[in-house]
């Protein structure tokens, strides 16, 4: 599979997260939630990540998982553990840090970053903050498919 991560775009220039993740300073991606959602279980080593930053509706860079990591049930000092164990791998600001302090997550370490020629982003309605398709033109402009989001149980 192929997966499309929204990368947050706060913090200025120099200090947004593809910004870190092209500089080499960012090589973890984290997600987060109250329960399983994507994309908890469902990234393995190999697979390729495709990067954009959310408001651009361009996916400009891409990367290739090399570790993952899924926690489940954990209570907020646990969280805070995990993050800050892998700080130095997610590069994550204050704010971002209290934004993940959730019982499931999912740690994504990628390595082999490059930059794309931009690709245009279709977006639809039904989307979120991680996209997983079977071919990145699944939701590239001209190539797109309806893109169904299964729920994770």
Known sequence: ????VYCDNAGGKGNKELDKILAGTKTMIVRG?????FPHSRVFEGEELYFMEKGT???TAKAIVKHVENYMKLSLDESADILQKNQEKLNLTTK????WLKKYLCLVEFDSVE??????????GNMDDW??????????VGTSIKYEYVKIN
Do not use: C, T, W, Y
């Open 1 to 4: 599979m192929v997966h499309l």
């Open 33 to 37: 939630a109250a329960g399983r959602k």
């Open 57 to 59: 509706k361009k996916i």
């Open 96 to 99: 971002q840090s209290e934004r």
């Open 115 to 124: 930059i794309i020629e931009p690709l245009d982003f279709d977006h639809q």
């Open 131 to 140: 996209l997983i398709v079977n071919k990145i033109e699944d939701v590239v």
